[in-house]
Structure formats: C-alpha cells, structure tokens
C-alpha cells in the first residue's frame, strides 16, 4: 500500500505542472486495475529443492521408496493475483495513442513437489458379540513430504495503447506492453507430515492418529522477471451529462503474455500467462 499510495501523490504533482498550456505530454487518466492472472505448469525435481534449501534436514532423507507429484499453484491451482496503478498519458500532436506506465504487484504463487509413502500391515480383529463376524483391521502408516518455492514481487509496467474514441460511452482497444519486476519475501518451504490410520474391510470402522509434523522455512535470493504481453479491453464511461460521471469509467481487460523469470539459485523459467482484470479509470 506504500507503493501505491506514493505512487498517488507523484500522479498528483505530475498532473498539475503537465496541465501546463506548452506541455507536449499531459497526463489525462488514472488506473487501477484488480484482477487474476492464469499461468502454464512450471515443476521442479527434488533436485532443484536441494538447491533452493542446501541446509535442510528433511531433504537428506531417502526418497527412493516414495511416489512423486507435482503441481503448479499461483495462489490457487494454476492462478495469481494482480494489481496495478497506473498513469495515462497522451500526446499533444495526437490523443491516440495512449501511453499507460505504473507499478503493478503480483503473488508468483507456489512451484510445488508433493513426495508421499504409504505401508498397509494387519492391525486387530474384531468380533461381534451377536452374530460371531470377524471384521479385520488394518493399519495404515503414511508419510508425505511438501516442497514449495514461492515470492511475490513488484513490477514496473508499461503500455502503447490503441483505442476507438474515448469520448464515446463505450470503446475498445488493444496494444503492446511490457513488465520489469523483481521479486521481494522469496522462499522455500519443506514440510514432513505422518499419520496412522486403522480401518476395517467394509470401512465400519476407521481412527486416525496424526504423528509427526515437521516444518522447514527457507529465504531465498530475488528474482527477476521480464513480460510482454498484449493489452486487450472494452471501456465503459458511466455518465452522459454529469461531469464528475463523464471522467468516471469502468473497464475489463485481459493480457495474453510471455514472462521469462530468473531464479539466481536455480534457473531460468519462461511460462505463458493469461491476466484478467477489472478496472476504474479517471479522466483528466
């Protein structure tokens, strides 16, 4: 909120002294945008988490009797939250195009590795006292291991958008855009969990004991992140008379885009991204 909030006031400052009768760029909007954005799968091995964590102890457990799984989440299975506020500019030589720039944040979610074990063995017998049948327990020990890597960073965000008349109470445009980020709070978390659970053939009975839990926590260096991505969207001007609701619309846009991310530790990762997003614009 520190961010955006300064961001306001330098919006503020600039509008003024770009209002400014010899100015050759003013600035004629202001955005804020909330939305979602839907990613392509990135996995890692345990491998990569033994990088990404070297001092972990959970780590240097034996793996080779355990089954893998792995899956991608952008808080939220395939999904990452976004928002941006941004400034619109326009040139005094031709209102169209519209030169969008601001800082947008974004969460770069959970890269995941789930590894899990189960052993089944005979546990008890039970008799009923009233018909004479057996029910057989068994016991069930499971052990599962969680590693995930995950950060949320901050990106300087830039646009040339192309539009129909602006003045009109609905519009459309398009363009081309690009996002500068680096990451802040990266880490890698590895955590250890294990039960026993007891149950009979036909499941009339069953208890659960939860054993160990076991979590690692570990700081990871900043990535950096770099997108271009296409700017698509239907504006809507709320009012027709009234001047306050004239300056005032409503607006939904999606970006199809590439970003190319660089984790120092580790590696580079290149995913296909799809953000959509609702917005209010203000026009000056």
Do not use: C
């Not at 030589?93 to 189960?118: C, E, Q, T, V």
């Not at 991505?229 to 939904?252: A, C, S």
């Amino acid at each position: 909120m520190k961010f955006y909030l300064a961001f306001f006031l330098i919006t503020i400052y600039f509008n003024i002294h770009s209002q400014e009768p010899d100015s050759r760029i003013r600035i004629s909007e202001f955005h804020f945008q909330n939305g979602i954005g839907f990613n392509s799968d990135q996995y890692f091995g345990l491998a990569d988490y033994k990088i990404l964590a070297p001092s972990s102890e959970l780590l240097t457990n034996d793996f080779s009797t355990f089954q893998g799984n792995e899956y991608f989440i952008f808080n939220g299975p395939t999904s990452s939250s976004y928002q941006t506020i941004q400034l619109g500019l326009t040139f005094k030589s031709n209102p169209n195009p519209l030169w969008r720039i601001g800082i947008s944040h974004i969460a770069l979610g959970d890269i995941s590795k789930g590894f899990s074990k189960s052993t089944i063995v005979p546990y008890d017998t039970l008799t009923s006292s009233q018909t004479g049948q057996q029910y057989f327990l068994d016991s069930t020990y499971s052990e599962n291991y969680n590693t995930r890597y995950s950060a949320q960073q901050l990106r300087l965000e830039t646009s040339l958008i192309y539009r129909t008349d602006p003045s009109k109470r609905w519009s459309v445009y398009t363009g081309l855009g690009a996002s500068f980020g680096v990451s802040y709070n990266a880490q890698t978390v590895i955590e250890y969990t294990s039960y026993n659970s007891a149950s009979t053939m036909n499941e009339y009975y069953t208890t659960t004991e939860q054993g160990e839990n076991i979590v690692e926590y570990f700081q990871n260096k900043m990535n950096f992140s770099t997108a271009i991505f296409i700017p698509m969207g239907v504006d809507f001007r709320m009012g027709k008379n009234r001047e306050f609701w004239k300056r005032l619309h409503l607006y939904y846009e999606m970006k199809p885009s590439i970003t190319y991310t660089a984790i120092p530790e580790l590696k580079r990762i290149t995913t296909v991204n799809l953000i959509n997003s609702f917005g209010i614009k203000v026009t000056f």
